[in-house]
């Protein structure tokens, strides 16, 4: 069973930074897909970043220059780090892998606010 744990959310004000963590249970080589998303009150869940197979990290237009992804073999944890925020980024963030099936994590919560 595999479990992801988010963290790192919090209350960031305009043009902040915050670094997202996403802890998996399981190693994270098996992965065959890896993302965040992000789902705003009375919106959709949207994609933000995801890395499929061993290629660089794709980005969603409205985050590119300011999100950057990465994983850590080592520790098995995917990151999100969030650069120049903006109040549009607020939303619950959630981590997901591609492994028999797709597999979420609980999501942490993101506010941009002054």
């Known amino acids: 069973q595999v479990q992801l744990v988010e963290s790192g959310g919090g209350l960031v004000q305009p043009g902040g930074s915050l670094t997202l963590s996403c802890a998996s249970s399981?190693?994270?080589?098996?992965?065959?897909?890896m993302g965040w998303y992000r789902q705003a009150p009375g919106k959709q869940r949207e994609l933000v970043a995801r890395?499929?197979?061993?290629?660089?990290?794709n980005y969603a237009d409205s985050v590119k220059g300011r999100f950057t992804m990465s994983r850590d073999y080592t520790k098995n944890t995917i990151y999100l780090q969030m650069n120049r925020l903006v109040p549009e980024d607020s939303a619950v963030y959630y981590c997901?892998?591609?492994?028999?099936?797709?597999?979420w994590g609980q999501g942490t919560q993101v506010t941009v606010s002054s």
């Open positions: 399981t190693n994270i080589f098996r992965f065959t897909s």
């Open positions: 997901n892998a591609g492994l028999e099936t797709i597999h």
């Open positions: 890395i499929i197979g061993g290629y660089s990290p």
